[in-house]
């Protein structure tokens, strides 16, 4: 019984000193937390200056670096967002600015739309629609129904971003296209054309300017 007794005060004797020791350790990095996080930027910041003097891969590795020594530096993911942007990299853009943990929705949307990866482009809308009503959103949801060949949806969101905000360009774009989709819009074969451009449903617009050479000829 003795025995039995000396192990568990043993077990609860080193269960309080590894308590107090986390204790310690928790209140020591909340004391120093400032200074190390000075130092993160600094080291973040002195990263991108190299990396504002180099080129290619060496460039990607340091700004990638950047972004390690400070987690969640707006600066240093929008350093690396933007050179993948440059390089027409969207994907890895957009995986860049979701690290960074302080992406606008909207916009990383509208940049899957632009790589054709509707179904991250709806999440990354739908998302930002949860957050709060938001009439740009809707104009995303709407625009990814259209390039998906899904227009019920498309019409649907469009009439949702319209209720919220009639004076928003990206919403009147999105009214276009579902008008051209329904029958009712009133323009010609090559405005109806420049409307798909206009929001990137390029190949849409392409058939429209075929149709239209096609009549001509």
Same mark, same amino acid.
């Given at each position: 019984?003795?025995?039995?007794? +000396?192990?568990?005060?043993?077990?609860?004797?080193?269960?309080?000193?590894? &308590?107090?020791? /986390?204790?310690?350790?928790?209140?020591?990095?909340?004391?120093?937390?400032?200074?190390?996080?000075?130092?993160?930027?600094?080291?973040?910041?002195?990263?991108?200056?190299?990396?504002?003097? +180099?080129?290619?891969?060496? *460039?990607?590795?340091?700004?990638?670096?950047?972004? &390690?020594?400070?987690?969640?530096?707006? &600066?240093?993911?929008?350093?690396?967002?933007?050179?993948?942007?440059?390089?027409?990299?969207?994907?890895?853009?957009?995986?860049?600015?979701?690290?960074?943990?302080?992406?606008?929705?909207?916009?990383?949307?509208?940049?899957?739309?632009?790589?054709? !990866?509707? @179904?991250?482009?709806?999440?990354?809308? +739908? *998302?930002?629609?949860? @957050?709060?009503?938001?009439?740009?959103?809707?104009?995303?949801?709407?625009?990814?129904?259209?390039?998906?060949?899904?227009?019920?949806?498309?019409?649907?969101?469009? !009439?949702?971003?319209?209720? /919220?905000?009639? +004076?928003?360009?990206?919403?009147?774009?999105?009214?276009?296209?579902?008008?051209? @989709?329904?029958?009712?819009?009133?323009?010609?074969?090559?405005?109806?054309?420049?409307?798909?451009?206009?929001?990137? /449903?390029?190949?849409?617009? &392409?058939?429209?300017?075929?149709?239209?050479?096609?009549?001509?000829?």
């Amino acid at each position: 019984m003795k025995s039995a007794n +000396s192990k568990k005060a043993s077990l609860v004797g080193f269960g309080v000193i590894a &308590l107090v020791t /986390l204790v310690g350790v928790g209140l020591l990095a909340a004391c120093y937390a400032p200074e190390i996080k000075s130092w993160q930027i600094s080291q973040s910041d002195k990263i991108i200056a190299l990396a504002s003097r +180099s080129s290619g891969q060496e *460039k990607q590795n340091l700004l990638e670096q950047a972004t &390690l020594v400070n987690p969640g530096d707006p &600066l240093a993911t929008e350093y690396l967002a933007n050179y993948f942007v440059q390089k027409g990299d969207y994907r890895k853009a957009i995986q860049a600015y979701q690290a960074g943990g302080n992406a606008n929705l909207v916009y990383l949307g509208n940049m899957a739309l632009k790589v054709g !990866d509707y @179904k991250l482009a709806r999440q990354l809308f +739908s *998302k930002e629609a949860q @957050k709060g009503e938001s009439a740009e959103a809707y104009a995303g949801l709407a625009l990814a129904g259209f390039a998906s060949g899904d227009d019920r949806s498309g019409c649907d969101n469009a !009439d949702k971003a319209r209720k /919220l905000n009639l +004076s928003s360009q990206a919403v009147a774009d999105v009214a276009v296209i579902c008008s051209i @989709k329904q029958g009712s819009s009133n323009l010609s074969t090559r405005q109806q054309a420049y409307a798909y451009a206009k929001v990137g /449903l390029y190949s849409m617009a &392409l058939d429209l300017f075929s149709k239209t050479e096609t009549k001509t000829t």
